[in-house]
Nanobody, 121 residues
Framework: QVQLVESGGGLVQPGGSLRLPCAASGSIISINNMGWYRQAPGKQRELVAR???????NYADSVKGRFTISRDNAKNTVYLQMNSLKPEDTAVYYC???????????????WGQGTQVTVSS
């Protein structure tokens, strides 16, 4: 009932930048927190950044100062701006949202399909 679609991934050289958008659609009443997670081969999925409805943010220590998360509530969209990319940033990046749907009573978590980010020379 909620669909999250990420895009903007690709191949970039070390030191480069990418911007990842994620748009939510479906029978949504409201969206609370939104965030970005990533999973590298052989590793567990980890939180990269999250943002509350009113714009409060949290970042993983490994990306502080390089990545910026933002959202447009009118468009139900969250963005991840990634600067000064490093090879260790290579992973599949997943969008996450906690949302209340039309027929629901409680909020649930939803995930996008992921987009590949590869940082390599």
């Amino acid at each position: 009932q909620v669909q999250l679609v990420e895009s903007g991934g690709g191949l970039v050289q070390p030191g480069g930048s990418l911007r990842l958008p994620c748009a939510a659609s479906g029978s949504i009443i409201s969206i609370n927190n939104m965030g970005w997670y990533r999973q590298a081969p052989g590793k567990q999925r980890e939180l990269v950044a999250r943002i509350t409805r009113d714009g409060r943010t949290n970042y993983a220590d490994s990306v502080k100062g390089r990545f910026t998360i933002s959202r447009d509530n009118a468009k139900n969209t969250v963005y991840l701006q990634m600067n000064s990319l490093k090879p260790e940033d290579t992973a599949v990046y997943y969008c996450n949202a906690r949302a209340l749907i039309v027929v629901g009573v409680y909020e649930s978590n939803y995930w996008g399909q992921g987009t590949q980010v590869t940082v390599s020379s």
